[in-house]
């Protein structure tokens, strides 16, 4: 089998899965109605919905999940006797952060130095249009030789849970033989990479209050218990002098065994300045794959712009924890929680939320549907073999399928290598990265169908 008839395909239908990302893009699907309208979101979930009707897909419905969003499901049947292969990808998107840092309007699909910037690009709403291509090409080459299930997730990025619960209480909805994850990426464009772990995540806030209300700080500073100093503080607490978590009882001494991450090219990826060092022990692969990272990744507290000389009463910070296979995250939430509730200073009042949760992942690579991949890539990437690669972020909705589905073999691959910049401003994707993973997935699902004849 070769790549060229399904290649050349693609390569014809690269046009229109452009324009159609720059329609998806066009939605502003950030799951949280403080920051945008959740009209958005719907949008953009019926936008998908009919292009799977468009495709042939049977049972299309939208899926109110008990988060408040909406995941879209489709059925596509493959032959007779066929095995059943889910694709997953979500439509939400990340908020764009600072609109002006971007080069580009984030919610406007714009070409540029041979990458197409947006925001959801690559995270996922490529990974959706790179599951059509995957389909079409092999419409247009033969068939179909699986029956596929399509879900795209409404609020993977906000970590609520609501398709995990979804699907838990409808079990029989997303079985499936083999499930692709669309949410991941290579290691570098031009590398094909399956990931084989995945770091879970806790999210907490946290308050303090030392005072009834804010204070002059030339009458009472010095001796009132300022908030924010105490927040500060306590931040403080989650890291040792050269950035490594410190949570009380949270090991973190794990190594990453598999595919390295030279630390110049680390460096280059994550655009670390000039005479910065970077934090933590252990190889990069280490620190980012194989142990727990705390992320401070907001506080409240005033702006500088019309700040006032004041004791602040109050102080909010939002942390994320990331927990690597190993671990439990509920477990680590109770950890930070504890960690949080004795370091804060001055008797501090503290209080603690949860905001969301999900649980590492590790992968069986060991499965036949990880041989028909590495033969799909080799295909798609002629003279390059596959790789396998940790992944520092979450997708919670893994180890749900795992439990509900064991015998379900689980691979993650998709589109958001360094250069995508996802969750940043000025996210990408890389057109040519797009094509050889479309025609990947094509060819994957092909071979994996060859396989359940042997």
């Known amino acids: 089998m070769t790549a060229r008839p399904i290649s050349e395909?693609?390569?014809?239908?690269?046009?229109r899965a452009r324009a159609e990302l720059a329609e998806l893009v066009a939605f502003q699907s950030v799951a949280d109605p403080a920051q945008f309208p959740k009209s958005e979101c719907e949008a953009a979930a019926n936008w998908v919905a009919d292009a799977l009707r468009a495709e042939d897909f049977t049972d299309v419905a939208l899926l109110d999940t008990p988060d408040g969003t909406q995941s879209v499901y489709g059925y596509l049947p493959g032959p007779a006797g066929a095995p059943t292969v889910l694709l997953y990808a979500h439509y939400d998107v990340q908020p764009p952060l600072d609109e002006s840092a971007w080069l580009s309007p984030p919610f406007e699909l714009t070409e540029r130095d041979g990458r197409w910037y947006g925001r959801g690009a690559a995270d996922c709403k490529g990974g959706f249009i790179m599951h059509l291509l995957a389909l079409r090409a092999l419409k247009a080459n033969g068939?179909?030789?699986?029956?596929?299930?399509?879900?795209?997730?409404?609020?993977?990025?906000?970590?609520?849970?609501?398709?995990?619960?979804?699907?838990?209480?409808?079990?029989?909805?997303?079985?499936?033989?083999?499930?692709?994850?669309?949410?991941?990426?290579?290691?570098r464009v031009g590398l094909p990479t399956v990931t084989a772990t995945l770091r879970g995540m806790t999210?907490?806030?946290?308050?303090?209050?030392?005072l009834e209300g804010n204070l002059h700080s030339g009458q009472f500073g010095g001796a009132a218990p300022d908030a924010l100093a105490a927040m500060i503080q306590l931040?403080?607490?989650?890291?040792?002098?050269?950035?490594?978590?410190?949570?009380?009882?949270?090991?973190?001494?794990?190594?990453?065994?598999?595919?390295?991450?030279?630390?110049?090219?680390?460096?280059?990826?994550?655009?670390?300045?000039?005479?910065?060092?970077?934090i933590g022990k252990g190889t990069v692969a280490?620190?980012?794959?194989?142990?727990?990272?705390?992320?401070?990744?907001?506080?409240?507290?005033?702006?500088?712009?019309?700040?006032?000389?004041?004791?602040?009463?109050?102080?909010?910070?939002?942390?994320?924890?990331?927990?690597?296979?190993?671990?439990?995250?509920?477990?680590?939430?109770?950890?930070?929680?504890?960690?949080?509730?004795?370091?804060?200073?001055?008797?501090?009042?503290?209080?603690?939320e949860q905001v969301g949760q999900g649980q590492p992942f590790r992968a069986d690579m060991d499965s036949p549907a990880y041989t028909a991949m590495a033969d799909a890539m080799r295909d798609a990437y002629p003279g390059q073999e596959m790789q396998s690669s940790g992944m520092g972020g979450s997708i919670p909705l893994c180890n749900t399928l795992a439990s509900l589905y064991p015998e379900a073999e689980i691979l993650l691959i998709g589109l958001s290598e360094p250069e995508a910049q996802i969750h940043a401003v000025n996210e990408s994707v890389s057109p040519e990265e797009l094509e050889r993973m479309s025609v990947t997935e094509a060819l994957f699902l092909r071979n994996y169908a060859e396989s359940k004849k042997a």
């Open 143 to 187: 068939g179909v030789p699986v029956s596929v299930k399509v879900i795209a997730e409404g609020s993977e990025e906000q970590g609520t849970g609501g398709l995990e619960r979804y699907a838990e209480a409808h079990p029989e909805l997303l079985a499936a033989d083999t499930i692709v994850i669309g949410d991941t990426g290579n290691f």
């Open 235 to 278: 931040l403080a607490s989650l890291r040792d002098a050269d950035g490594t978590t410190t949570v009380d009882g949270l090991t973190g001494e794990a190594d990453w065994d598999g595919l390295q991450y030279p630390e110049a090219e680390f460096r280059q990826d994550a655009k670390v300045l000039d005479g910065v060092e970077l």
């Open 9 to 15: 395909t693609v390569a014809s239908l690269m046009p």
């Open 203 to 210: 999210m907490l806030r946290v308050q303090l209050d030392t």
């Open 286 to 352: 280490d620190r980012i794959w194989a142990r727990p990272a705390v992320t401070v990744i907001g506080i409240d507290c005033p702006p500088v712009v019309g700040a006032t000389p004041s004791v602040q009463a109050s102080a909010r910070a939002q942390i994320s924890l990331r927990v690597p296979p190993g671990h439990d995250a509920a477990e680590a939430a109770k950890l930070l929680t504890a960690h949080l509730e004795s370091h804060a200073p001055w008797g501090a009042r503290v209080t603690v």
